[in-house]
């Protein structure tokens, strides 16, 4: 295994895809499909006993008839008793990696163990990466490469994902369909025979498509290599972390599951700290936190300043950042008055800074660009936005629209809410300093024009802003180790 | 690595498990091993009342279970009478055993600290808060050997009842360099005798803000 076995994984420039079939039911059907639907430019070429025509793929009866050269990737979805002359096969035509999506290896019993452990010892013999198997498939956005037996297929980003759950990968990438944070390779290494997470982030940490690792892991074979690979990619790039199999019970369902040793999670919780990786409890924590250090710049301190434009949530916020390393700063006096000059009498006069229902037209970007450019603050939270065009929304639909004055105020509370995400990224980017918006309204109406404008601006919208500050927390818990070490 | 099944583990006595120790600078008590209830009385004037006295040996693991460990004795006359109860107290099985007599030291908080082997990371090391509600609490912080002075002074961080490494009833706010000093010295004294599997420091006693380590139990392998 090496680094440019990878590069031909993540980058082949042809594709064989092993036992294609004509029954769109089948895996060997569907892997096909979609490497042909997502618009892969390499060469694409596919295997069938009958030499049937699939998708348009006159397919190939035999591997020997594969130009020799032409493919450094291929999708295996024949029965595993076949596989060993696979192998054999590919290494003649030179294709230097397979992932094996079959079963019936390793979580098949003492027959199936059996199977893998020769199925190792075949492609080491014939220097072939084998990537699975009983894995789902990999995505590669550099190389317009779907090449896995599931949707979806992400919008290209950053994030670099690899799980030990093949279904958990579908679910990091239809966060990144959502929110359009995207992703730059995501694989499933199945069974792990013969590469492991520890492999897939040692060579993710060297790609320069990605800025940021996501791991989903049960349990680590060899826990010093897992530990030396970790923090090695955060030397370079922050890496978030779920565990499946954390609790007693859990633990128990991942032994079933991937066959993994349960250690104390306290240790496992201290390797990651040690590590640099921060660990997230739930998946959709796990996609925020990823998404949050795809689009934002590390905060330089804990420092945290709420700007609402509705009280509850800024309390709300206020007690989610009491139980995190984050601290809501006492406003300094300057910006306090600063903020007078901008604000009606009646301003909460602390943080949360809640403008309490005052804000003119150019309120919210001025105090954000107030709160950007203070030193006192190392970031911010925004709440409150979309409720204007929320409205909008309502009235566009009644059946007033668009007489009585509703299509001019329905259109003017859209360009102010996509404006106000426009000021967030904008203060992000001008200062460095992070600014998360949140709302509800991400999954209650994901076409709000302050969510969509968000998204537009390449910014992740949070769903409730105890999420966004779960998320700076860790991007807090990274910035740290990170200034304390380099 | 796979531990290998031949090899046997036993647990060093209190003694050696602190002579192992003291050079890698974790806070030990001045103390004495001695023979006989005499010299045991000998030994507490020269350190000073009260003290504790316990029997230890290369076999004794649990003395609190068999109750060979006396608190707060008092003047001469005590030590000497708790050093013959011990001695009498002794097992065939004990092998050699002697008493030890050190001075009984106060603190309303009790920290425990260690090494322990993990079986997917290997050697680890653990601090924690000590004292009856340890187990319930279960407030600990682990880290993989070896250590560096920001992995200690994080795993201190890392604790949740932060209140209690504060001024606390009166003392003074718990040294925390120190603590980092004595998982600093566990760290090294694996990296110098890997030999060592498991070291068991509770209770490190805060005394005036300041860790000490009344009780240690270095385990072997090989």
Redesign the interface.
């Known amino acids: 295994m090496s680094v440019e076995h990878f590069e031909r994984l993540f980058n082949p420039k042809g594709v064989v895809v092993v036992g294609a079939s004509t029954h769109p039911g089948k895996f060997g059907f569907v892997a096909l499909h979609n490497i042909l639907a997502n618009g892969y430019k390499g060469r694409v070429f596919a295997t069938n006993r009958d030499g049937a025509e699939v998708l348009g793929v006159q397919t190939l009866t035999s591997l020997d008839d594969l130009p020799a050269g032409e493919v450094d990737l291929a999708f295996v979805c024949t029965p595993a008793a076949t596989n060993l002359e696979v192998l054999s096969q590919l290494a003649d035509r030179g294709v230097a990696t397979a992932f094996i999506a079959s079963a019936g290896y390793g979580e098949a019993g003492e027959e199936g163990r059996a199977a893998q452990a020769a199925l190792v010892a075949a492609a080491n013999e014939l220097g072939i990466m084998v990537v699975g198997p009983n894995g789902q498939g990999l995505v590669s956005t550099p190389a317009n490469l779907c090449a896995q037996i599931v949707a979806p297929y992400p919008p290209a980003g950053r994030i670099g994902i690899v799980s030990q759950s093949g279904n958990l990968v579908s679910s990091f990438m239809n966060y990144a369909v959502a929110s359009g944070v995207g992703v730059s390779r995501a694989i499933s290494v199945g069974n792990a025979a013969a590469v492991g997470v520890s492999d897939v982030l040692e060579y993710l940490a060297t790609d320069p498509h990605t800025s940021v690792g996501l791991v989903y892991v049960e349990g680590i074979e060899d826990g010093r290599r897992f530990f030396t690979a970790l923090r090695a990619a955060c030397e370079r790039m922050p890496v978030v972390l779920v565990k499946g199999g954390a609790t007693d019970s859990g633990s128990r369902a991942a032994a079933s599951h991937t066959g993994s040793l349960a250690t104390d999670d306290r240790v496992f919780d201290g390797m990651c700290r040690q590590a640099g990786a921060v660990r997230a409890a739930t998946i959709e924590e796990a996609f925020d936190t990823a998404a949050c250090f795809a689009t934002q710049p590390l905060p330089a301190g804990p420092k945290v300043a709420v700007m609402t434009t509705v009280g509850g949530w800024g309390v709300m916020t206020a007690d989610a950042l009491s139980a995190t390393q984050l601290e809501l700063v006492s406003l300094p006096g300057d910006l306090r008055e600063g903020l007078d000059e901008l604000l009606p009498p009646r301003w909460s006069r602390n943080n949360p800074i809640d403008l309490a229902g005052g804000e003119t037209k150019d309120t919210i970007p001025e105090v954000l660009d107030m709160l950007a450019r203070h030193p006192a603050i190392d970031g911010v939270i925004v709440l409150g936005v979309g409720i204007q065009a929320n409205q909008g929304r309502m009235e566009r639909q009644g059946p007033f629209y668009p007489e009585w004055g509703l299509e001019r105020i329905v259109a003017f509370h859209d360009r102010q809410d996509r404006r106000y995400a426009e000021s967030a990224a904008r203060c992000s980017s001008e200062t460095a300093k992070p600014f998360l918006v949140a709302t509800e309204l991400a999954v209650a109406d994901p076409d709000n024009a302050a969510v969509a404008g968000v998204r537009e601006f390449g910014q992740y919208c949070f769903a409730s802003s105890q999420r966004a500050v779960r998320s700076l927390a860790h991007l807090w818990a990274y910035a740290r180790w990170r200034q304390r070490r380099m | 690595?796979a531990t290998s099944n031949s090899s046997v583990r036993r647990t060093l006595s209190e003694e050696k498990s602190k002579e192992l120790l003291a050079p890698c600078g974790v806070p030990l008590l001045a103390e004495r091993v001695v023979t006989s209830p005499e010299a045991a009385g000998t030994a507490a004037v020269e350190l000073g009342f009260p003290v504790v006295a316990k029997l230890c040996g290369d076999n004794i693991a649990h003395k609190t279970e068999r109750g060979l460990v006396r608190l707060g004795l008092g003047d001469e006359a005590a030590v000497q009478r708790a050093a013959t109860e011990l001695l009498d107290a002794a097992r065939p099985e004990d092998g050699q055993v002697g008493v030890l007599v050190a001075p009984m030291v106060h603190g309303a908080r009790e920290l425990i600290a260690g090494v322990t082997h993990?079986?997917?990371?290997?050697p680890?090391v653990m601090v924690g808060i000590g004292g009856v509600f340890a187990e319930a609490l279960?407030d600990?912080?682990?880290?993989?050997l070896p250590?560096t002075r920001?992995?200690a002074e994080?795993?201190l961080e890392?604790l949740t009842n932060q209140v209690l490494l504060g001024p606390f009833r009166g003392e003074p706010a718990v040294d925390r360099p120190a603590v980092v000093e004595v998982l600093l010295g566990l760290s090294e004294l694996v990296a110098t005798h890997p030999e060592v599997v498991s070291v068991d420091l509770n209770p490190l006693i805060i005394v005036d803000g300041r860790p000490v380590a009344v009780d240690a139990l270095v385990e072997i392998e090989g």
Not at chain 2, 118 to 122: I, L, M, R, S
Not at chain 2, 140 to 144: I, Q
């Open positions: 690595m993990d079986p997917q990371f290997g680890t279960g600990v912080a682990f880290r993989l250590i920001t992995d994080e795993m890392d």
